[in-house]
Structure formats: structure tokens, C-alpha cells
């Protein structure tokens, strides 16, 4: 029986975002698999719901048998982490010093000594750093088995700060998901005053770390194959690969009629490429929209925004269209919302990877609107799986026609459904990701 260690620098649960998505769903492949998982996971939850979430993950995940919850460093520790192995070196990573600390790196390394696991799953740089200098450790020598080694990056983390560099401006937040972590003055220096010199300072970390930590891992897997080849390269080696997501295909409600005029957009809104499009979409494109529809003699549109964390810039944007626009937070089954909607809208600009949210709007039936930046990393054809829009005018004609056209709407959504079907199974992809961890099904 195989024994999974797995390194989370994050909670996933509910995963709202496509990265937790993505953790959560590496997860439950594990189910019926032959193996046992123990947990370790950086996390600022109290000690009371610290309790509830172990309680949540062992109901849930009989398979898994510990669950050990770390603290993030302190602020002080992570500013010196910061000063000595970001600023004054090259050692690092911005994110990985906040998330680093020795003492954690003894705590890891006893909890490999006792468990003895037979893989070793790393979430991110974030985690991937403790298992850096392991080939080499006492902790490796004193094992009866070198463990297998698995770091997991989602994607090529100096190209997105390089496309937040080029594409951001001051009122976009930097820090993300990771600004509940850091008081409001670090975040204002960060996403205000220390902006560009912050992003130029990680990019060149990343395209340093990019080379140095693959060879540290007997697998390193990347969620677009389109970025496979460029951390090959990069790093050297050729145990990279990638590991498309899978799709949840959801049980539809039998009776979904279409709301007339209906857009639907789902995303977490406080990440800034969701931010940035959703902004750009809301102000330019809506009114587009509303201009064709007019044209046609048919009344407006209507928006629906399922995700949680509406920034006040996206809440500012959408009062302007009063209640045309409605936000429902983030909704653990949104299928009757997704299904009764005519066209789900992916406004992409920048970001890396596969864009997950496009998959779950083709798996809810939902004929989407994309741009090139959105499609990337996936097969898709223009008017086929998906319409792909080129320029602002291109994108409000594509939901107008949409709105305006049954038949094209049936095309799309049978086409987008069949491309989930054929690259996007769970059980396929179930199967890649424990040949890759090294357990038997």
C-alpha cells in the first residue's frame, strides 16, 4: 500500500478558485486507490476550526489517516525571510519566504522520518522548497526507501508576474488570496508603493527557481502542455509534465429553461486576471452588448456573477448597470444557475495555464465566449467548442449572436460537451495522477 505525504500551502475547502479546485480534486482521486494520505497544511484558521476542518477531511476522506495544520511564519520571521533570502540573495522567492521557516523545515522532515511515506506530494514553490536539499538530507539516509518526489506548479509562475507586470495597474491587488495572510499596511506597500519593483524582484526569483528546484523532484507536473516543453528546458530536465484538470460533469436539473437574454460569468474575484476581465467586460463590452441587442429590438441583457470576494472596483462597475448585473457569491451547486443561462462569458486578457472556469461553463452546457488568451493550453475551435473573440467588438457580437440564435447555441453547447467527454474525465485523469504518484488503483 502506497503512503502519500501530501504538502498543501493552502486549505482548498470549498475550493473556489481553479487552483484549490485542482488540490481538492488530487484529492479525492485517491478514493478507492490503494494507498493512505497524511496532511500537512499551512493555514490561519483558529484552533476551534482547525478541529472542524481535520473533522470534515477524515469524514470525507476515509483514506486519510493525519492531518497536521501549521501556522504561517510570523510577520517578523517572514520580513527576514524576505530581507535575507529575497532581496539580499536570490535563494528565494517573495511568496516562498513568507511561507518559510527552519523550524517547519525539522517538522517536515520528522514527519518523513515517521511516516516513512512512499510519495511525497508538493503543492506550489510554497512547499516544493522543503524538499529541496532532501536528496542530500539525514533524513533520507536514515529511510529504509528514497520516497517519490512530486512537485505540482499549476503553471510557470514567472510568466504570470511578468503578464501582472505588463497588464496591472495600482488598484489591482497583488498579494490575492495571500492578503488575508498580511496586515492592511503590507498589503497597501505592496500592492501601492512597492508594486513594480515587487513583481520585477519575483519574476527573476521564479526564472531562477524555475531552473533550480525541478531536479529536485522525480516528477514536476504543469497543468498546460503548452508550458511543459518551456520548464524543460528551463530546469534541464525532462520530468516534466502536464496534468490537464479534470471536469466534474454535474447532474442537471430536468426542467432548466433558458433565461432570455442571460450572461453568467463564474470565477473567485479577488484573482486579478478574474478581476481585470470581469472590469474590462462590465465597462466596455456589457454596453456593447446592450447596444446590439437594442439594434435587434430585443431588451438587454442581464449578468449573473457567481464567485466569491467582489473587490469595490468590481462592485462600483456593476451599480452602473444596476439590476442588470447581480452577484450571487460563491455557490457550491451552480447548476441551475449555469444551465439556464444563454452564454457563460470568459473575458481572459492575461494569466497562464488552463482557465478552468471555461471547462466547467462547457461541462454545465453553456455555449462560451472567450478571447485567445482564455483558450490557451486547450484544443478548442472558433464557433465549434467555444466562440473565440478577438477584439472587444468580436466579443459583443458573439453574445449578441448567441442571444439571438437557438441553433448556434445548440452547436456549441453539444460540441463543448463532447471535448470535456473526450480530454476532461475524471476517471482518466484519475488514473494519470496516481500512475504519476506511484499508486495502484
Same mark, same amino acid.
Given at each position: 500500500?502506497?503512503?502519500?505525504?501530501?504538502?498543501?500551502?493552502?486549505?482548498?475547502?470549498?475550493?473556489?478558485?481553479?487552483?484549490?479546485?485542482?488540490?481538492? $480534486?488530487?484529492?479525492? &482521486?485517491?478514493?478507492?486507490?490503494?494507498?493512505?494520505?497524511?496532511?500537512?497544511?499551512?493555514?490561519?484558521?483558529?484552533?476551534?476550526?482547525?478541529?472542524?476542518?481535520?473533522? &470534515?477531511?477524515?469524514?470525507?476522506?476515509?483514506?486519510? $489517516?493525519?492531518?497536521?495544520?501549521?501556522?504561517?511564519?510570523?510577520?517578523?520571521?517572514?520580513?527576514?525571510?524576505?530581507?535575507?533570502?529575497?532581496?539580499?540573495?536570490?535563494?528565494?522567492?517573495l511568496?516562498?519566504?513568507?511561507?518559510? #521557516?527552519?523550524?517547519?523545515?525539522r517538522?517536515?522532515?520528522?514527519?518523513?522520518?515517521?511516516? +516513512?511515506?512512499?510519495?511525497?506530494?508538493?503543492?506550489?514553490?510554497?512547499?516544493? +522548497?522543503?524538499?529541496?536539499?532532501f536528496? +542530500?538530507?539525514?533524513?533520507?539516509?536514515?529511510?529504509?526507501?528514497?520516497?517519490?518526489?512530486?512537485?505540482?506548479?499549476?503553471?510557470?509562475?514567472?510568466q504570470?508576474?511578468q503578464?501582472?507586470?505588463?497588464?496591472?495597474?495600482?488598484?489591482?491587488?497583488?498579494?490575492?488570496?495571500?492578503?488575508k495572510?498580511?496586515?492592511?499596511?503590507?498589503?497597501?506597500?505592496?500592492?501601492?508603493?512597492?508594486?513594480?519593483?515587487?513583481?520585477?524582484?519575483?519574476?527573476?526569483?521564479?526564472?531562477?527557481?524555475?531552473?533550480?528546484?525541478?531536479?529536485?523532484?522525480?516528477?514536476?507536473?504543469?497543468?498546460?502542455?503548452?508550458?511543459?516543453?518551456?520548464?524543460?528546458?528551463?530546469?534541464?530536465?525532462?520530468?516534466?509534465?502536464?496534468?490537464l484538470?479534470?471536469?466534474?460533469?454535474?447532474?442537471l436539473?430536468?426542467?432548466?429553461?433558458?433565461?432570455? $437574454? #442571460?450572461?453568467?460569468?463564474?470565477? =473567485?474575484?479577488?484573482?486579478?486576471?478574474?478581476?481585470?476581465?470581469?472590469?474590462?467586460?462590465?465597462?466596455v463590452?456589457?454596453?456593447?452588448?446592450?447596444?446590439?441587442?437594442?439594434?435587434n429590438?430585443?431588451?438587454?441583457?442581464?449578468?449573473?456573477?457567481?464567485?466569491?470576494?467582489?473587490?469595490?472596483?468590481?462592485?462600483?462597475?456593476?451599480?452602473?448597470?444596476?439590476?442588470?448585473?447581480?452577484?450571487?457569491?460563491?455557490?457550491?451547486?451552480?447548476?441551475?444557475?449555469?444551465?439556464?443561462?444563454?452564454?457563460?462569458?470568459?473575458?481572459?486578457?492575461?494569466?497562464?495555464?488552463?482557465?478552468?472556469?471555461?471547462?466547467?461553463?462547457?461541462?454545465?452546457?453553456?455555449?462560451?465566449?472567450?478571447?485567445?488568451?482564455?483558450?490557451?493550453?486547450?484544443?478548442?475551435?472558433?464557433?465549434?467548442?467555444?466562440?473565440?473573440?478577438?477584439?472587444?467588438?468580436?466579443?459583443?457580437?458573439?453574445?449578441?449572436?448567441?442571444?439571438?440564435?437557438p441553433?448556434?447555441r445548440?452547436?456549441?453547447?453539444? +460540441?463543448? =460537451?463532447?471535448?470535456?467527454?473526450?480530454?476532461?474525465?475524471e476517471?482518466?485523469?484519475?488514473?494519470?495522477?496516481?500512475?504519476?504518484?506511484?499508486?495502484?488503483?
Amino acid at each position: 500500500m502506497t503512503s502519500l505525504l501530501i504538502l498543501w500551502a493552502r486549505y482548498p475547502f470549498p475550493p473556489q478558485s481553479g487552483r484549490t479546485k485542482l488540490l481538492a $480534486q488530487r484529492l479525492a &482521486f485517491c478514493a478507492g486507490a490503494n494507498c493512505t494520505v497524511h496532511l500537512v497544511i499551512f493555514d490561519t484558521a483558529s484552533e476551534e476550526e482547525q478541529k472542524r476542518r481535520k473533522t &470534515f477531511l477524515q469524514e470525507q476522506f476515509p483514506f486519510v $489517516q493525519s492531518v497536521r495544520f501549521l501556522p504561517l511564519p510570523s510577520l517578523p520571521h517572514a520580513a527576514w525571510n524576505m530581507l535575507r533570502y529575497s532581496l539580499l540573495s536570490d535563494a528565494k522567492t517573495l511568496q516562498e519566504s513568507l511561507f518559510f #521557516s527552519p523550524a517547519y523545515k525539522r517538522l517536515i522532515d520528522e514527519e518523513i522520518h515517521r511516516l +516513512q511515506p512512499t510519495t511525497i506530494y508538493c503543492d506550489t514553490f510554497r512547499m516544493a +522548497q522543503y524538499l529541496e536539499d532532501f536528496q +542530500q538530507s539525514a533524513t533520507l539516509r536514515n529511510l529504509p526507501h528514497k520516497p517519490h518526489i512530486v512537485f505540482d506548479w499549476d503553471d510557470i509562475f514567472s510568466q504570470k508576474y511578468q503578464n501582472y507586470l505588463e497588464r496591472t495597474d495600482d488598484d489591482t491587488p497583488l498579494l490575492g488570496y495571500l492578503s488575508k495572510y498580511v496586515p492592511a499596511f503590507i498589503q497597501k506597500l505592496a500592492n501601492h508603493v512597492l508594486r513594480r519593483t515587487l513583481l520585477k524582484i519575483e519574476i527573476a526569483r521564479s526564472l531562477q527557481r524555475e531552473t533550480v528546484l525541478p531536479p529536485h523532484a522525480d516528477e514536476t507536473i504543469l497543468v498546460s502542455p503548452r508550458e511543459v516543453e518551456t520548464l524543460q528546458k528551463r530546469s534541464n530536465t525532462a520530468s516534466v509534465s502536464a496534468m490537464l484538470p479534470a471536469v466534474h460533469f454535474p447532474t442537471l436539473p430536468e426542467n432548466c429553461p433558458e433565461r432570455p $437574454q #442571460s450572461l453568467v460569468f463564474m470565477g =473567485l474575484l479577488n484573482f486579478m486576471p478574474n478581476e481585470e476581465g470581469l472590469l474590462h467586460f462590465l465597462e466596455v463590452i456589457f454596453p456593447l452588448v446592450q447596444k446590439k441587442l437594442a439594434q435587434n429590438k430585443v431588451s438587454r441583457a442581464s449578468l449573473t456573477i457567481i464567485g466569491a470576494n467582489p473587490t469595490p472596483r468590481l462592485l462600483a462597475a456593476a451599480e452602473k448597470h444596476g439590476e442588470l448585473v447581480k452577484f450571487t457569491g460563491f455557490v457550491p451547486e451552480p447548476a441551475s444557475i449555469l444551465c439556464s443561462s444563454e452564454v457563460f462569458i470568459a473575458p481572459v486578457y492575461y494569466g497562464t495555464g488552463i482557465k478552468t472556469k471555461i471547462l466547467d461553463g462547457m461541462a454545465y452546457h453553456v455555449p462560451v465566449v472567450t478571447t485567445p488568451q482564455g483558450a490557451e493550453g486547450l484544443a478548442l475551435r472558433s464557433g465549434e467548442e467555444a466562440i473565440i473573440a478577438k477584439s472587444d467588438e468580436e466579443f459583443a457580437e458573439a453574445c449578441t449572436r448567441l442571444i439571438l440564435n437557438p441553433a448556434e447555441r445548440s452547436h456549441i453547447r453539444a +460540441q463543448a =460537451l463532447r471535448y470535456v467527454q473526450t480530454h476532461h474525465t475524471e476517471e482518466a485523469l484519475r488514473t494519470r495522477f496516481l500512475s504519476i504518484c506511484r499508486i495502484s488503483s
